[in-house]
């Protein structure tokens, strides 16, 4: 990495507290206009805000944003062009570094045993849903441990990324857990029906099974 990479907005972003799930999207990606299509529609100030991600300088207008909702914007369209760019062989592969380093986290599952996670989006529309973790060995997704990544956007990751990341590189996928919890009382198992209501129970006494019911007796 060159002092100039160093010192770009994306770098600068990318180390930002809370913004530890980031990979840094390769410029190139980012000046391909093809990689950012439609993406001017779903933006504010789009190309004032491309123009600090890209660290450039046209100067300042009258007409130009305030810096704070400038700022904003930018974020938000490094994350939708994030989102795509994870999805891209050089994407995947940064992302499956920071996956084998569990920069990511943790599995807060027991029978998971600490298995690395990804990160999610149960949305692909900025601004419904928070960033997740999802594992792999279970199969399911939980909040993020760390209160800092709370205010991440979920659709800055997407819905498909860990998906296509363990169709790209299946070796990386772990075996699924087999290992459940199951309920006990002073050693024994606990049957389901045990959590019933009398409520419940009294109802299915009640009700006659098919096939029960007495028939008519002929004369």
Not at 96 to 109: A, D, H, I, S, W
């Amino acid at each position: 990495m060159t002092d100039s990479d160093e010192s770009s907005w994306i770098h600068w972003f990318c180390k930002q507290r809370g913004n530890e799930f980031f990979c840094e999207v390769d410029e190139e990606y980012i000046q391909d206009k093809f990689n950012l299509n439609f993406l001017d529609s779903n933006v504010k100030n789009y190309k004032c805000a491309l123009e600090v991600i890209l660290d450039l300088n046209p100067g300042s207008g009258s007409e130009d944003p305030a810096e704070p909702e400038l700022e904003a914007s930018a974020e938000k369209l490094y994350g939708l062009i994030h989102a795509r760019f994870i999805l891209t062989n050089r994407g995947i592969e940064l992302m499956l570094e920071k996956y084998n380093k569990g920069e990511f986290g943790t599995c807060p599952r027991v029978f998971c045993h600490q298995q690395p996670v990804l990160p999610i989006g149960l949305s692909d529309n900025p601004g419904e849903d928070m960033v997740a973790i999802y594992c792999p060995k279970c199969n399911d997704v939980y909040i993020p441990k760390a209160s800092r990544h709370s205010n991440l956007d979920g659709a800055f990751f997407g819905t498909g990324f860990p998906h296509m990341l363990f169709m790209e590189k299946p070796d990386a996928r772990p075996k699924r857990g087999k290992q459940k919890f199951v309920p006990r009382l002073f050693g024994f198992k606990i049957h389901h029906t045990a959590y019933r209501t009398a409520a419940e129970n009294q109802k299915d006494a009640t009700v006659s099974p098919v096939g029960e019911i007495d028939s008519p007796s002929h004369i």
